[in-house]
């Protein structure tokens, strides 16, 4: 395979005597790969239907001649000033009155037939354009699909539109909706209108609202890449999608798409302390999930970022342990954001990997190691991925219906999937985000934090994954709505309540915080916040109860053997992280899955092929820290033999060969005990 790494390349801020420096720069780099051109729309098309792609052409010569592919980006994320001047209905309308200002960037609105048809027009001429040139290898769909949320006449028109297909008739969505509340029934299309807040419009209107707005992105980007496949059928076609950021539903977003890509800005924090990137981990996993297969990061930290105000600077080594963090989640190619710091726009201070100055330094040539050793890993990379055992749901349709209703006070759906993603991702156990309507025949632990909205269709398949063996957890708010929003007539968990053994009459909102304690060995005594179920186990083991005293009688965390497998249930919000790490413990070993436990502040992740895997090693600290691994195998970076153990330095990295041949398996328990423990010691 090719692993490509690169850059996001703005030629046309730059003079063109400079392009050919530039070029040489990214050959002596090693980079092998640039994205162009997603937000020069006015430049390809200066005037309605004049086109000049002649500077492009240029710079795009420029790079081929020294062997750098380019990757295009269809430029309708930032529209041409003469385009609002003539078609001023294709700006957005955010509160539904008045048309937003122009002089950002996504401030179109996706029903405007105006702006459909630019659109389609700008993405034919330039795939007919440069169709056949050797260096375009690929496209990237506008830029971070998301936003914004237009309100005009139009999109409340098509969403009517949207509401008659989905409910038939008027009646039909009155039931849905149960519009007899408030006595806000409606007796025609017209009446509907656009969701405005959140907290206080009817909730079932707020959810089609939210699936509305991924309606209108799919079918805008479906545009273009109808017109991308039929006349560029060699070249991929991808979309950089923010992670967890992404407030529509990526997984809809992603159908039309070769792969997934990623933008991703790791937080970098001050503390020298162990600190996992929690949040880069995920974004990469949701992004891997989107379409079940390896992708891409299209945009990464290449210094401190920030519109107005940025952050630090990555540290050295700092930007190569994050590339090699998103490589061992399933990354096959990855380019830095951006080349040189712009000295004009909103984004001057969002720092690239020469400065303002334009002189290659530090961050360079750091890259540039980057690059030659991603070059020479390729051919172990290829064929590889990340095979894991452990699903966790993440739900677009739950995380909506959480923020329209959050049910108590800074409850948020994202956090509540991290803090079982973050348990796992300390003991080094892979996972895969995936939706609720995805098979689970290739897991043995799934779990599904504040799965709120839950199908009848989904319960059953979740009662038959449990009762052939799978291990699965639910918590707080599982099963509370309808797919319309509206509350289940069920005592909870509804249809789970067999196979979790559970009943849930009452629960609340705790004013203050209650001390659990575990029943069991693995647990201690912990604080609970925010939430509690009052849950009645009818054939569940009660693992943690409460100790106020009108809880006393009800648990806090169960498990439940049904059929032949587990269903764990968590009956509220632990402050602590040792609750999470005991309970996730727990959960694996009913699985019989042995994690691989690295020492505080190390990452690991596992790349499977069909002729060997690649066990990657970080360390996120900036201590030295020394762990404990099997003699004999082949640390790939270094080309060296492993002895009893390998030193990481600050943010340094190690990637471990394991052939076939060797019985080396995370499924199996004593030879992962064998090759990675838990002893290990951080270095003074």
Not at 339 to 363: A, F, I, N, V
Not at 586 to 611: C, K, T, Y
């Amino acid at each position: 395979m090719t692993f490509y790494v690169g850059v996001d390349y703005y030629p046309e801020h730059w003079y063109s005597e400079q392009w050919e420096t530039y070029a040489d720069q990214m050959k002596a780099a090693s980079f092998n790969v640039v994205r162009l051109a997603e937000f020069a729309w006015v430049l390809m098309e200066p005037e309605e239907g004049r086109f000049d792609f002649d500077w492009l052409d240029s710079a795009i010569s420029i790079l081929d001649k020294r062997g750098i592919s380019v990757i295009l980006g269809t430029p309708t994320a930032a529209m041409p000033a003469w385009i609002k001047h003539k078609y001023p209905e294709t700006l957005a309308s955010s509160d539904g009155v008045k048309r937003d200002s122009w002089g950002v960037r996504k401030n179109n609105c996706f029903t405007s037939g105006a702006y459909r048809l630019l659109s389609e027009r700008i993405t034919r001429a330039m795939a007919e354009h440069f169709t056949g040139h050797p260096a375009v290898i690929g496209w990237q769909t506008d830029n971070e699909i998301d936003w914004p949320v237009c309100r005009c006449n139009t999109c409340v028109r098509e969403f009517h539109v949207f509401l008659r297909d989905k409910y038939g008739s008027i009646d039909g969505l009155n039931r849905a909706w149960g519009t007899h509340f408030w006595g806000h029934k409606f007796s025609d299309w017209d009446e509907i209108q656009a969701a405005v807040h959140y907290k206080e419009d009817n909730p079932s209107l707020c959810l089609d609202w939210h699936r509305f707005q991924t309606h209108l992105q799919v079918r805008f980007q479906g545009d273009q890449v109808k017109i991308i496949r039929s006349v560029c059928p060699r070249h991929f076609i991808t979309h950089n999608f923010m992670g967890l950021v992404n407030t529509s539903n990526c997984y809809e977003l992603a159908k039309d798409l070769d792969f997934a890509s990623l933008d991703s800005y790791p937080d970098f924090p001050v503390s020298a302390e162990p600190k996992m990137p929690y949040r880069t981990a995920a974004h990469c996993d949701l992004t891997r999930g989107l379409k079940g297969k390896n992708f891409w990061i299209m945009e990464t930290t290449a210094g401190p970022t920030g519109w107005s105000e940025f952050g630090r600077n990555p540290r050295p080594g700092e930007m190569r342990k994050t590339f090699y963090q998103h490589m061992a989640h399933g990354a096959d190619s990855q380019l830095f954001f951006r080349w040189r710091t712009c000295t004009s726009g909103r984004e001057q201070y969002w720092h690239g990997l020469l400065g303002h100055d334009g002189k290659p330094g530090r961050r360079y040539m750091e890259a540039a190691q980057i690059a030659q050793e991603a070059q020479i890993l390729a051919p172990l990379l290829e064929g590889t991925t990340l095979r894991p055992q452990v699903a966790i749901i993440y739900d677009y349709d739950s995380r909506w219906a959480t923020e329209i209703q959050p049910s108590v006070a800074g409850n948020n759906a994202t956090e509540a999937m991290q803090r079982y993603y973050n348990a796992l991702l300390r003991v080094g156990v892979n996972v895969d985000v995936i939706p609720s309507n995805r098979s689970f025949s290739a897991y043995r632990v799934v779990l599904a934090p504040q799965l709120h909205v839950l199908s009848d269709e989904t319960a059953e398949r979740i009662e038959s994954f449990i009762c052939d063996g799978g291990v699965f957890l639910a918590d707080i708010r599982t099963g509370v709505k309808t797919e319309s929003n509206l509350c289940h007539e069920r005592t909870l968990p509804g249809l789970l309540s067999r196979s979790l053994g559970i009943e849930i009459g009452e629960y609340e909102a705790i004013p203050d915080e209650y001390e659990i304690t575990g029943l069991e060995g693995r647990f201690e005594r912990y604080k609970a916040k925010g939430y509690a179920d009052w849950v009645s186990p009818t054939t569940a083991r009660v693992m943690v109860q409460y100790l106020a005293w009108h809880l006393q009688k009800f648990a806090c965390v169960t498990r439940n053997n049904y059929g032949l497998g587990f269903g764990y249930y968590v009956g509220t919000i632990a402050q602590e992280e040792a609750f999470y790490n005991a309970l996730i413990a727990d959960i694996l070993n009913s699985a019989g899955i042995q994690p691989l436990s690295p020492p505080p502040g190390v990452e690991v992740s596992l790349r499977e092929g069909d002729h060997h895997s690649l066990l990657f090693l970080i360390n996120h600290t900036e201590e030295t820290i020394a762990v404990s691994i099997a003699p004999g195998l082949n640390e790939v970076t270094t080309r060296t033999t492993t002895g009893t153990e390998i030193t990481l330095e600050r943010f340094g990295i190690a990637i471990i060969k394991i052939p076939k041949n060797v019985p080396f398996h995370p499924r199996q328990a004593e030879p992962v005990d064998r090759l990675l423990k838990q002893t290990a010691s951080v270095a003074a």
